[in-house]
C-alpha cells in the first residue's frame, strides 16, 4: 500500500476498567491471522520494528528484563521493561516504564481476536493510549497481510489519524 494512501480503521471495541495504580485500557481487535502468527508479530523484534512505538532489544517470547526504546522521529527513549509472562501463543504480559502491557489472543475461526489490556497511571491518557495502539495494530495488520506500510510512530501519527481517534475514544472511554 502507497503510505500517504494509509487511512486508519474505524475505532475498534474499547472499555476503561479501574486498575490498582490507575486505569486499564481494554481494547479489542479482531484480525484475519492465526494467534501463531499475530504472537510472532508481538514478540519478534524485527517484526516489531515494523509496527510497534517501541524497538526491542531481544525477543518478548521469553521472560525476563528487555529494553524498549521509544521512537519518535529521531528521538529515542530507552525504557526497561520486564517480560513478565510468555505463554505462546495466547498470553504475553509485560512491563513499559511504569505501564503494565497484557496481550491475550484467543483462536477466532482462521483467525484472532487480540484483546490489549494497557493499565496506565492517568485516566486521562487512556484516549491517547487507545489512539496510538489502534494505528500500530492497522500498520500490523498490513505488515501480516503482506501490504506493509511502515512504522507509524509519534508526533507523525498526527498525520495519519490520531488526533481523530483519540477524540472518537475519548467519547467512548468517557471522562478521565
Not at 9 to 32: C, I, K, M, Q
Not at 61 to 75: I, P, S, Y
Not at 92 to 113: A, C, F, M, Q, V
Not at 116 to 126: K, N
Amino acid at each position: 500500500m502507497d503510505r500517504d494512501a494509509f487511512r486508519p480503521s474505524p475505532p475498534a471495541d474499547v472499555h476503561a476498567e479501574p486498575a490498582d495504580a490507575g486505569a486499564t485500557l481494554v481494547f479489542v481487535r479482531d484480525l484475519r491471522h492465526p494467534p501463531a502468527t499475530v504472537w510472532a508479530a508481538l514478540t519478534d523484534p524485527a517484526q516489531l520494528a515494523q509496527w510497534a512505538p517501541f524497538l526491542a532489544d531481544r525477543d518478548l517470547g521469553n521472560a525476563g528484563a528487555v529494553v524498549l526504546t521509544l521512537v519518535d522521529g529521531e528521538t529515542t527513549q530507552e525504557d526497561p521493561a520486564t517480560v513478565r509472562r510468555a505463554e505462546p501463543p495466547h498470553l504475553l504480559e509485560y512491563t513499559w516504564g511504569d505501564d503494565l502491557l497484557r496481550w491475550e489472543l484467543s483462536p477466532l475461526g482462521n483467525g484472532t481476536r487480540l484483546t490489549l489490556r494497557h493499565t496506565v497511571a492517568d485516566r486521562g491518557m487512556l484516549p491517547m493510549v487507545a489512539a496510538g495502539w489502534h494505528l500500530c495494530l492497522d500498520v500490523a495488520d498490513r505488515l501480516l497481510d503482506g501490504d506493509p506500510v511502515g512504522p507509524i510512530r509519534g508526533a507523525e501519527a498526527k498525520d495519519f489519524g490520531w488526533p481523530e481517534l483519540r477524540d472518537a475514544y475519548a467519547e467512548r472511554l468517557g471522562p478521565g
